[in-house]
Each structure stands twice: as C-alpha cells, then as structure tokens.
C-alpha cells in the first residue's frame, strides 16, 4: 500500500476562536510552548511533565457520531502541536479578560481568596472550565475531581474549593449558551481534517498522523523503531526528561479501531457493572478501583490503555489487575496478520519490554468477565493516594472449587517489586488447592516473601515497606474474598474489628468555616482596614494577565543562559568542554568563572558563583549556555562535556555522616539558662531521645527567574522573582564589578518564593547579568523545575540528641540539647536559621534550665536556605517531641502535661525575654472549646476499640511566636508615597509581593491613613531606584515594617495638606491640587525600625523579638495501619493575629501556612542517593498536598479581641507562625500509630521521625506483616536514598 501520496503537511486548529495555519510545525513543539511564544502567557510552565495542571487549557473536538462537541482539560506541556490538527483550543485568555469581561470562573476564584501568588490560577481556571462546559451544575465531588491535577502551594485549598462551591448543584446558575462557540469551520470541514494523512517533518524528527489502521501498520513496518502517540503522557516524559531520541512518532489519536474506547473507558465499564449480574464483572470493579486513583484528570483525558501496557513500566497501574485476569491483547502487523497474546507471566520480558514486536500494533484488549467462584480485586500504594504512581501495586484474583473455599486456581500480580509486572508464581502454586481460611496467611507470606525479594539497595528504596505491602494486600485480599464467601456460607467470617482492613471510608468533600471579628460599624465605610478585601492582582491572576518574569515581552535580540552544574558531589573540575554546545544552531556562547569581571564570591550566600577548580554538591554552578531561546540553551547545556576528578575527595552527604567526620563549619555554639546539672538534681525523672526533622523543598511554583537589560555606563536593569531586590542589586552590582546605583532590579510580583528567592535568586539574577554583560544583550535566565530543584537548597534537616528533666507531676525543668543542622556545601543563612530553632525551641512552655548545643554540619548538598517557619517548626517538632515522650513515659493527660508547663505572663524565656501579654491559654481553652476535644477524644478512643486495622489520633498543640530577624539590623522598613494630581496615590515600598497580600496591605494602610477610597491608591512594582537598602520579604515581618513606613509617609504628607485641608466643603481632590498649586510636595518617604530590639536596661532582658503571636491548633487523623495511608479528619486552628488588617488575606495564610507544614511533616520527602544525586526534581517524585491532603474540615478562628499595641493598626503578623501548627497532625499520627502498636502488644514510647509518609507510618504500626520484614541495619549497604 502507497502511504506516500497525498500528504497534509500543513497544521490547522483554532487558539481562542482563531484559526491558526502553521505550513511546517515542530513536532517537539508542545502546546505550552507554542502559546507562550505567541505571546499568550496565561498558562504558565511550572513543571513541564504534567504533573502540576498550572498549565491547563481546553480542548474541544467534534464528535460526528453524537453530533456533539466534547471538550476536555489537558496539560498544555504535555500536548504536541502537530495533535491539534481540526481541534479547538481555549487558553485562560480566551474565556474572560479584565479589558472585555470577567468568567464566572475567573472572578469566583478571585472573589472567594482563591488566588495567592496567582501562578496556579490560570491553571485552577482552566480546569473548572472544562468542568462546567461538560456539567453545568457539579457536585462537589465532580469539582474536586475536575482540579485533583492542579498543585497550589500558597492557599491550602480551601478557598479554591469554596469558591467553586458556588457552582454546585445550589449554586451559581452557569449558563453554557453564553460561551463562544465551537468554530463553525472545524465541523463544516471535519471530516475533511480527520481524513487528511498529516506529515511534519523539522530537523531530525517526523510526525505522522495516518487516518486508518493499515495506513498505520504500514508505517510501523517502514519505521519499526517509531513510537505511537496517543496522551503523550509516556512518550513526552520520555523525550523531555530521559533525553530519548525518537525519529518518527505516529498520532494514532484519529484512528477509529484504536480510539474506539479511550474517552468513555470508565463510563463502558461503569455500564457494565451496573447492567451485567454482579459475579461476571467483578474484573471491571477492579479495574475501575484502580482507575479512581490513576493520575489527575487532565492526564486521565488524554492517557491511553495501550500506551500504559505497551509502555511497560514496573509501575503501570493497569497492567497488573490485566495480567492477574488474563486479558488477551490482540495485536496487528503490516502483513495485515493479527495474533492474540495473553498477558500471562512470560508477557513482560525486561525492564519496559513485552513480548509485542516493534512493527506490532496493539488493535484491542479482552478482558474476560468472572465467575461465580471467581474474585478479583486491586490495590494501589502510592506516596500522596491520589494523582502519584505507585509504589506497589497489585491485581488478584482467585477461583475456587465450585460450591467451596478451596482454591482452583490462583493469580497475584504485583508492579513495584521488580524491574518489571511479576507474577508471584510460587505463591500461586503454593495455595492452589488449600482452604481460603486463617491457616492460609502466614503459609501465604512465606511464600510470598520468596517470591517478591528486594535487595536492601534496590531503585525505589522504602524495600521493607515495599515487601510488607505485598503482604498487606495479600491479607486485604484474603478478608474481602472471606467476606463474601461467609456470605455464601462456605467459612466463618472473621471478627468484625478485622474488617476494618478492607473499609473504605468516603470522607465526603471538604468544608471549613472560617471565624473573624467584623469592623464596627462605626468604622468609615471608606476605611479599609479589618476588612475582607480581595488580593489586589487576583483579578489579573485570574484572567492570566498578570505578568511575571518569564511572561515579559522579550526585547529585540533577546537571548537565553541556561546553567551547567556539576552533576557529582565532590570533586576536582578537571576540564569543561563548551564545544559541542557551541556545534548547536542558535547557541550563541558560554560563559564560566573567566567572564566575572567583578567578585565571583557571592556576599550571602557566601560561596562561589561559578565553580573554578572544585565542586562541593550536586548542582555547583559551573557555568551558562548563552543561545537565541530558552529551548536552544537547555538543548544545549546537557552537550557541554565536565570531566571531574572524585579521588580524594570525601563525600559528606547526612548529618550522621558529619558527626562521624568532624565535618562542621564553625565551632559548637552553647545558648543556656540556669544550671542544667543543678537542674537535673531535682528532677524526679529523667529521659534521653533522639528525633530527626527531615528537609523540605520549596517548591514555589514558578521556578528561578531572571532577566538582565545592560545599559549605559556598564550598568544594569534586572528584572527578577525575587523575595529581596536589593540582595539583587548588591549581588549582580559586585559580581559584574560596578557601583551599586548603576543596577536596578525590579520586582512587581513573585510566583510563589517562601524563603526560596531570598539569596538563591542570585544564581538567575548573576548569570543573567554576566551572559547580558558579555554578549551586551538583553539575556533571561528562566530555570527549568528539574534542575530548579537541584540548583537550589531547601529546608534544613535537623537531627537531636536531647536529655529532659522533670518531675512525676510532668513539670519540666531541665532541657539538655544538642542539634545538628545540615548546613549544606555553603553557610547561606544557615546562621540566623539555627538561632531560630534555638530562640524558639522553648515554644510555648517554661523551661528553668536549658542548654542548648548547636553544630552547624558542612556537607557536601546543595546549602540550605530559607524557607517559610525557617529553623522554627524544627524548633517545635523537637520540643513538642520531647514532651510527648514526657507524656508517654508518665502516661499521663497530655493536655495537662502540656497545660502545666505553658508560659504564665512575665516569665522570661531561655534567652532572657519577657513573655508580655501572653494569650497561649486563650487560644488554648478556645481552640479546646471549638475543637470539642474532650468528646472526639472519647470517640476516638471508641473507635480505635472497634478497629483493628484503622485508628485515629487526636492532637492539640499551642503556639507561641516570637516575631521579628533575628538579625537586629533588618527590622527596618522604608516607603515612598507619591501623590498624583489627580489624587491618585502610587506606593512603593521594600517589601515584595509574593503573593502573601502584602500590597493588599500597604493599599489599606495608606487608605486608612490618608482617608481616601481604595481604588484610587496603586503599588505598581518593588524596584530599588525607589526603596533602597530594602530587608527581604521574610519572617512574617513585613507588612509591620513597610505598613509602618507607608503610614509614616502618608502622615507626613497629610500633615502638609493640613491647613488646605480645613476649607470647609473640599475634599481629597481638591486639597491635592491645592497643595500643588501652592508649591507643597506631594510624595514622601516613611522609615521606620522596630524600636526596643537588644538589650533593655529597664528589665535586664534582651529582645529577639518584639512581640509574641499565639495560638493552637488540633488534629485528628485516620490512618489505615496495613498500608499507612492517613487521612486528617478535622482540623481546629486559633491564631492571633491581634487585630487583622485584612481577615481574609490573613486566614489564607493560616492556611496555606499550615499546609505548607502539613507536606513537610507528613508527605514530602526530598530524596538524595548515596552517591549525592538528587532523586526527586518534580512533581512526579517529590509530592506537595494536593487538594485531597487537606482536613475533611478545617476550621479556622482569628483570636477576638486582641489588639496588639505595638504594631501597624494593631495587627500581628501571620505568613509563617500558623505553619506550626501543623505539629498538631503529625503528633495526632504518632498517637494512631501508638493505638495499633498497642494492638501487637507493644506499649510505651517509640521514637518516630517525619515525614510521617505512608512507609513510616506502616512500618511503625508493628504487627506480624512488619515483623517478617526487620529493617536492614547493615551499613555496607547503600541505600537508594539516604535521610539528610
Ligand atoms: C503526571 C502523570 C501522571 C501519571 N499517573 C499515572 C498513574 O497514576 N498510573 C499509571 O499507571 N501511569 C501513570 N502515568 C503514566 C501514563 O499516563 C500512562 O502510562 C498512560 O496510560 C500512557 O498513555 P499515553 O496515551 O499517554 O501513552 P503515550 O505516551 O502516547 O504512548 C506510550 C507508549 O505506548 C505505545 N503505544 C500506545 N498505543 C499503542 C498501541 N495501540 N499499540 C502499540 N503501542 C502503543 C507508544 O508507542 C509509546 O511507546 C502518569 C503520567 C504522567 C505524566
Ligand atoms: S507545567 Fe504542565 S503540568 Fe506542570
Ligand atoms: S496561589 Fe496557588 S501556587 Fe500560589
């Protein structure tokens, strides 16, 4: 057959209603990138591996046979141009804007606090869309279905999910009839597009898109080696990620035998359960079990069948249910021949190998329907439950003798316990013919053990875990067969407590109230402060037209850097060989350590930029790839040869290894109070502990950015997503070697930073400026999220080794500490950020005698930095640690343990500061009340007596904060107020917004103050040509040090209006112009610096900080012990925020806040092998909550009536001290956990360290499936990853 002739080698499809004609498109061209290079920068690029959803967008198609336009979400990252052909696509821009109209969707979310830093809005917006273009009127359930492929790390969730509530059943009538429509062109012409045979071919890559089977197989015998696409799910990853080189790629998405099924998979079976007698599709409940757990719904719309079996992955979800059942693939070829395989234990050869011939087509599946006799079902453990592959996965089926519980015929498959799907065929063999009873669980883990081993340093790590899982489903399978066998009357069914392994409870959907105290209603109604007003860009976030680094216009000659970072831990840099790069077309030069005109050594942190000789981590900056665009220049940097030289050179990765290596970069610090020996004299008990707080990534969703503009005089206009412009100025000024006052770096809104761009932005920022300086160009500098999460540190691990003293009442009064930080391969703020942890670690308890030894451990990872609660929640997880082991070792009440030892007003801390207006018990008692603890822990108690394999906990703990830098000198904030002609007034101020509301705030403050409306005062950027000197957006602290700076300024400029003021019947307009006409200026700056920080002669004490925040907050969780999955039930959070400025700006920071704590102490885990490799770097392998994390109900109160004197409008700050909180899950955990040790008769205290994940959860949960499995305690052996 001719497949030659009569190809289309031009794409047609639709952008927002626009028809758009490429002649010659790309086929690596991903929709995502194709739209942002037209300039539709609404869709944003946070992980480019679908894993995200920031980049979402609709896609519509006709559908002849329903006469019907079906529209569905999909990763635009994800998506190849060359598949749009005859579709329609709809990106944010094309559903509402802010200069025609909004979208019920877009101002929901804005409306409702939904958007923060605004980088995953578009994305959020893009998703509910398409839900409502498909149901008009959701459920709940459909919503958070809709969005369970969309990450946001600033809200928490909660006020995206209220805000689309609206749109559920009771709510807002959405009206589909008011959207564009589907263009007429595309359903006129559809036959024609779907019939056209398409070829794109650019460099060195074909695309082909064949209309009909034989077409296909045709090609597949031409181009054996081709890959077919479908979702481009596996394939993308593949090419984008693991630098696969594939030549010739297929569409088959338009060929009607092989699509037959792909959107309406779930819905086919669905119908069939429903209309088939239950016994014969028992195979489908499977399969249909394990879809609910597959992947978000944009991957869900797009993802094949037959990509996941052909693809092979040891962690395919479908292919172990398939194989466990049987299921016959049918396969064609080009001799038009066709055979059927069955997926059968010699079906998988190797590692993502089957035996399917490349030149083989898969045409259809069967899968058989069961039996009687016949039970199947399927499990799947993943890190986060929903939208992660599997860490093991299984499908089982088992037949028995007609009319008895003896077994005929027996299949278990499990994925994740070998390179490939494998059958546990011993096990199989072994229970075929025995009794379905009690006798047959240890015969069964036995052979299981045998059949499913793990060597201690195996890919994928976790190998106990992994080996108890196969058993705990096993069990799982067992007692859900036994049920209905008991049923049927063939066995005695187990207890009733045992069956609580196989519930599966349906939490509902999430709800939360939220509890503020309202402005009086003597308040001017102008007078914005204490009100709930709206984020000022979420309108722009929400139409996709706010603007960050990487969405600027590019400038005429524009180029690209992208970095080269050594990719060994410690070694000698041997040579860098820039050659092949330079080969590629577009790449336009390099620059290393020899183009640094000023000082290669980075101020803070204190390193250097450009590796010279040496490189001290994975992701040591070598040097930059300078090209004509951002997809040249990262082709490009992975062709620049390094040769390293690792003899001799120790690599120093945990803090164990530290400790064992004197490896420490400064001398042990000892902070102390009273006399610890004296101390421990008196004590009635004393204990000793160990705990361990692993690291966290920030994962702020828009990754490093930069921009650098050369100009006159060697100068330099930087545009960064920065937390701290100035770090900026002083960085790039000293690196390029000029004067500060010739570099400018602006800064009008940062996608998310939590500590993260506070010093590490330099990197971005310098080697954009060193490309723009050498090659005297504009030049971006935009890293990519897999080496964004290697380039840069993160949080930093602690690790404890403490003594506690206290008395047989609980009363503590000796805290003996050593603390162990890693550091990293360079100080960064680790400094300040361990005198947080140690000014804090007394949280909100009275310790007489405390002594507090701290090492700063020198290691050979990327240095740790700041990061939201910086050093503090690592202060309370090991203070609050240390009294549950008080707690458990009395067995005692803990809220009366912990009651008395809380700060009484006027104690004085460890380090000598007067606790003043103390409101832990306030917000304890309250947080007791609202929580109704006392009845939840009566029914918890209920309920873990009734559960054998399901238990809860329930925790409260307080808070208590002190606030301010640590570092006396930042505490200072500056503004600049510009008054207008017109009246309207333009802010600026040091501090940045990065989502946080901080403008918000400074808005309010200057309306408040100068007594004018809200929409006539306006922050446009952060820029330091107007705020000098400016302090990092961190800490919590700046909305009281740039508040206070705008009100001064404002109230030197309304003192100056005074006399103009007084002429009666004039208001804010005329007393401006007045004032300009009379000569009087009209802008002023504000500075203000915390006064009574150091040392008070008055009282003797020394003030870290300059006042205290509180609260509490209480947990209760569920957790499945045979698997360790949990889910928080509730949770209660009391926070003072003194007088909130802005309610609803405030509580979204509680609770992105908490959740932010949430992922680090119960799901995030930052993997690093032993050789210093970084594992996870996205999405895909290192897991943030996602919407399904958050509490089944999360209330959350601001404390009423607490007015804080000292700060700006009597407020208290709020981004960082409600992450704390978040202790109150992990601890409830640890008590769930205790309940089932219980169980297996193990009492008392056990030392357990975050993240709480779903192995470390399992594996404490002792009990006869983790005994067979005993932690390897051998050191020869290299784990997969280490604990930092
Ligand atoms: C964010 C994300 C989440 C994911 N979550 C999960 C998950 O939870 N569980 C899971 O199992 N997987 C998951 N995956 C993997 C992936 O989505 C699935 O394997 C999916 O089924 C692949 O289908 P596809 O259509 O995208 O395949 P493609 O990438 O289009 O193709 C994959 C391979 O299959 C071959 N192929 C496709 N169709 C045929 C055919 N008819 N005949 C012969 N060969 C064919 C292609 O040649 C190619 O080699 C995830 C992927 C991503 C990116
Ligand atoms: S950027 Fe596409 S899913 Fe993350
Ligand atoms: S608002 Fe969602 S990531 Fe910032």
């Known amino acids: 057959m001719d497949i030659g002739s009569s190809k289309e080698k031009t794409l047609t499809f639709y952008v927002n209603g626009l028809k758009v004609v490429e002649k010659s498109p790309d086929p690596k061209w991903s929709l995502l990138f194709y739209l942002r290079t037209k300039y539709l920068t609404g869709s944003k690029v946070v992980c480019n591996e679908g894993g995200c959803g920031a980049c979402t967008v609709m896609i519509s198609k006709y559908d002849p046979k329903q006469d019907t336009i079906l529209h569905y979400s999909v990763n635009a990252c994800l998506t190849p141009v060359c598949s749009l052909h005859g579709l329609a696509v709809t990106t944010v821009e094309g559903i509402g804007s802010l200069k025609t109209r909004l979208h019920p969707v877009q101002e929901q979310i804005a409306k409702s606090h939904g958007s923060q830093c605004g980088f995953c809005t578009p994305g959020m917006v893009m998703s509910m869309y398409s839900l409502l273009r498909n149901y008009p009127q959701p459920s709940m359930k459909d919503i958070e279905k809709y969005l369970e492929g969309n990450l946001c790390r600033c809200t928490g969730y909660r006020p ?11 709510g807002i009538q959405y009206d589909p009839t008011q959207e564009p429509i589907f263009p007429p062109e595309l359903k006129i012409n559809n036959e024609k597009y779907r019939n056209e045979f398409l070829e794109f071919t650019s460099g060195k890559q074909t695309w082909f898109r064949p209309v009909n089977l034989s077409q296909l197989v045709e090609l597949k015998h031409q181009y054996p080696h081709s890959k077919l696409v479908v979702g481009n799910t596996e394939i993308g990853i593949e090419m984008r990620l693991k630098a696969m080189k594939y030549t010739v790629l297929i569409d088959v998405s338009d060929i009607p035998e092989l699509v037959e099924v792909k959107d309406k998979i779930l819905e086919l079976l669905l119908n069939k359960i429903d209309s088939i007698p239950e016994e014969k599709t028992r195979s489908f409940t499977a399969i249909v079990e394990m879809l609910k757990w597959f992947a978000g719904k944009q991957i869900k719309n797009t993802a094949c069948i037959g990509g996941n079996i052909v693809t092979a992955s040891p962690l395919s979800d479908l292919n172990p249910v398939l194989q466990s059942l049987g299921a016959t693939l049918q396969l064609t070829s080009s001799a038009n021949s066709s055979r059927n395989v069955v997926m059968d234990r010699a079906f998988f050869t190797s590692y993502r190998k089957t035996v399917i011939k490349d030149t083989e087509v898969l045409h259809s599946i069967f899968i058989p329907y069961t039996s009687k006799n016949e039970y199947v079902s399927s499990y799947k453990q993943a890190t986060r439950k929903d939208d992660d592959t599997a860490i093991v996965n299984t499908g089982m089926r088992v037949v028995f003798n007609e009319n008895s519980n003896i077994i005929k015929e027996l299949y278990l498959s499990y994925g994740g316990m070998a390179p490939t799907t494998v059958m546990a065929t011993g096990t199989m063999k072994k229970l075929v013919g025995r009794k379905w009873e009690n006798d047959l669980i240890p015969v069964a883990c036995e052979a299981l053990a045998e059949d499913l081993p793990l060597q201690p340093d195996s890919p994928g790590g976790t190998i106990e875990y992994r080996r108890t899982l196969t058993t705990s489903f096993f069990f799982k399978f067992y007692l859900s067969v036994i049920q209905q066998l008991s049923i049927m009357g063939l066995t005695k069914s187990p207890p009733q407590s045992e069956m609580s392994a196989i519930e599966t409870p349906d939490y509902g959907s999430t709800e939360g109230n939220q509890f503020y105290e309202k402005v009086s209603e003597a308040q001017a109604i102008d007078n914005p402060i204490g009100r709930p007003i709206v984020h000022q860009s979420a309108y722009q976030h929400a139409t996709g037209e706010a603007i960050y680094v990487d969405d600027m216009i590019p400038l005429k000659g524009e180029l690209h850097v992208y970095p080269i970072y050594s990719s060994k831990a410690h070694a000698t ?93 400064k001398d042990p610090k000892i902070t102390a109070c009273g006399d610890i020996d004296q101390g421990l004299t008196h004590c009635d008990h004393v204990l000793k502990g160990e705990v361990h707080i692993g690291p966290q990534r920030h994962f702020y969703l828009e990754t490093q950015s930069a921009r650098a503009i050369p100009k006159e005089r060697h100068g330099m206009d930087l545009y960064s997503a920065t937390q701290c412009p100035d770090t900026i100025q002083t960085g790039v000024a000293s690196c390029i070697g000029v004067a500060s006052h010739l570099v400018n770096c602006f800064t009008k809104r940062v996608g998310g930073g939590f500590g993260g761009k506070e010093v590490q932005c330099l990197y971005t920022g310098c080697l954009a400026a060193l490309a723009a300086k050498k090659y005297d160009k504009p030049v971006r500098c935009v890293l990519e999220r897999q080496d964004d999460m290697v380039i840069t540190g993160g949080r930093h691990s602690i690790y404890v080794k403490y003594t506690v003293g206290f008395s047989t009442e609980g009363r503590i009064s000796v805290l003996d500490i050593n603390l162990y930080v890693n550091c990293g391969d360079d100080l960064d703020v680790s400094e300040p950020v361990i005198d947080n942890t140690i000014y804090r670690l007394d949280c909100a308890y009275k310790v007489a005698n405390v002594k507090i030894t701290s090492y700063l451990c020198k290691t050979n990872v990327r240095s740790n930095t700041a990061m939201r609660g910086a050093g503090n929640i690592q202060a309370m997880y090991i203070m609050e640690n240390i009294i549950q082991h008080v707690i458990d070792h009395l067995r005692s009440d803990p809220i009366k343990i912990r009651e008395m030892n809380f700060y009484k007003e006027g104690e004085r801390t460890h380090v000598n500061q007067i606790i003043e207006n103390c409101f832990i018990e306030r917000c304890w008692q309250e947080c007791l009340k609202t929580s109704d603890y006392y009845n939840r822990k009566k029914k918890v108690d209920q309920f873990n007596s009734e559960n054998r394999w399901r238990k809860r906990g329930i925790s409260i703990v307080p808070l208590c904060y002190g606030n301010s830098f640590g570092l006396k000198m930042l505490n200072q904030g500056a503004a600049l107020v510009s008054v207008y002609k017109d009246g309207s007034v333009l802010i600026a101020h040091g501090g940045v917004e990065l989502g946080q509301g901080l403008h918000t705030k400074m808005i309010q403050v200057a309306c408040a103050t100068l007594g004018i409306q809200y929409d006539m005062v306006h922050i446009d950027q952060t820029a330091t040509n107007t705020v000098p000197n400016g302090t990092p957006t961190a800490a919590s602290v700046s909305s009281d040090l740039n508040g206070m700076a705008v009100k001064i300024a404002c109230e030197k400029i309304l003192k100056r209006l005074e006399p103009i003021k007084s002429e009666k019947g004039t208001e804010w307009k005329d007393w401006v112009m007045k004032a300009y006409s009379e000569r009087i200026a009209l ?50 959070l009391v926070y003072d925020c003194g007088t909130s400025m802005n309610p609803a700006v405030d509580i979204g920071q509680i609770e992105g806040a908490f959740i932010t704590g949430y992922g680090l102490l119960m799901l995030e885990r930052y993997k690093v092998s032993s050789t210093g490799n970084v594992i996870t770097r996205g999405p895909g392998n290192y897991k943030i909550p996602s919407l399904t994390n958050i509490p089944g109900v999360f209330n959350v109160s601001l404390l009423k009536n607490s007015p804080n004197k000292t700060a700006i409008f009597s407020s208290k700050c709020v981004g960082e001290p409600p992450l704390l909180l978040s202790m109150s899950v992990f601890l409830a955990a640890k008590q769930a956990i205790m309940a089932a040790r219980q169980e297996s008769g193990v009492e008392g205290y056990f030392r357990f360290d975050s993240p709480a994940t779903p192995d470390n959860i399992r594996m404490a949960c002792v009990d006869q499936f983790t005994k067979q499995f005993p932690i390897c305690e051998d050191n020869n052996v290299k784990p997969w990853f280490v604990k930092l």
């Open 160 to 170: 995206i999910l209220d805000g689309y509530r609206a749109f559920s059943k009771k």
């Open 573 to 665: 840099l041997v040579s860098v060989d820039f050659k092949p790069a330079l080969e590629l077309e577009g790449v336009v030069g390099y620059i290393d350590y020899k183009d640094v005109p000023g000082s290669n050594i980075l101020d803070v942190p204190q390193e250097q930029l450009l590796a010279i000789d040496e490189v001290t981590c994975v992701g040591c900056l070598i040097g930059g790839v300078v090209a004509v665009s951002s997809d040249i220049a990262v082709e490009a940097s992975h062709l620049v040869k390094v040769e390293y030289k690792t003899q001799d050179k120790p690599v120093i990765l945990t803090i164990q290894d530290a400790i064992e290596h004197k490896s420490f970069w």
């Open 1083 to 1132: 802008s002023d700056t504000g500075f203000y610096s915390q006064p009574n920080l150091g040392y008070i002669a008055e009282t003797g004490c020394t003030n870290t900080f300059y006042y205290y925040s509180f609260g509490a907050g209480c947990s209760e969780i569920e957790i499945d012990c045979l698997t360790g999955v949990h889910k928080v039930l509730r949770t209660d």
